[in-house]
């Protein structure tokens, strides 16, 4: 089966900082890799997705997040976070065929210091 | 295009009793999954519905069950409540969940309170 692993639950950086968050999951093949974002109270908006191709996903908000399927991992990254980015980050990772049952990592809470 | 409509946002019962909380898919999407989100166990898989066919069910007692109409709406029921039901519900919808690049949306949540 597989898993994802986030293994920081929380993480402080200053605004104008970069940020890394990381994910390794355990798949035998392939896998579909997502990152969300939720804001408290709120739902998961989709921030990213890695499907095939290149390696180095582009998302919103100036996020990105490349997979290394050497290591695998796939962290998140952003090169100057701003104080709206405090949120809670989800890695997903899902079958790479047929239907899915996405299975969620237990999150990284992200605080933002001025 | 409106996003996922969960409704209700919130809702407090009491123990033993029964809920039902729906959620409204984006226009166009046919596969509905629901999920549970607790601080102790985070998001877990609850069912997933596509054509009013339940396709994948996570590990839950039978006391949570759903179902799909045929405008992709679904609900969720979870009979005999007990404290630990107490969550973010959370439903996410898609194109078909089959395709490869498919993705899920995810509604507001519905809060419940069981007391």
Request: proline share 4%.
């Amino acid at each position: 089966a597989q898993s994802v692993t986030q293994p920081d639950i929380h993480i402080t950086v200053s605004e104008g900082a970069s940020l890394e968050l990381r994910c390794n999951y355990s798949y035998g093949a392939t896998p579909y890799l997502f990152w969300y974002v939720q804001s408290p109270g709120q739902g998961l908006q989709l921030l990213l997705k890695y499907f095939s191709g290149d390696t180095l996903v582009q998302g919103i908000k100036g996020f990105e997040a490349e997979f290394k399927r050497s290591q695998s991992s796939f962290n998140l990254r952003k090169p100057s976070v701003h104080w709206s980015d405090a949120a809670e980050y989800f890695c997903a990772v899902g079958l790479s065929g047929g239907y899915q049952k996405v299975t969620f990592g237990t999150g990284t809470k992200l605080q933002v210091i001025p | 295009k409106a996003g996922v409509t969960q409704t209700p946002r919130y809702l407090i019962k009491t123990r033993g009793q029964q809920v039902t909380l729906s959620c409204s898919p984006i226009s166009g999407h046919r596969s509905v999954s629901w999920y549970q989100q607790t601080p102790g166990q985070g998001l877990q898989f609850l069912f997933e519905y596509f054509s009013e066919t339940q396709r994948n069910k996570g590990n839950f007692p039978g006391r949570f069950s759903g179902r799909q109409f045929s405008n992709s709406r679904s609900e969720m029921n979870v009979s005999t409540l007990e404290l630990g039901d107490s969550a973010l519900y959370l439903c996410a919808s898609s194109l078909e969940w089959s395709r490869r690049g498919d993705t899920q949306y995810f509604g507001p949540g519905t809060r419940l309170t069981v007391l």
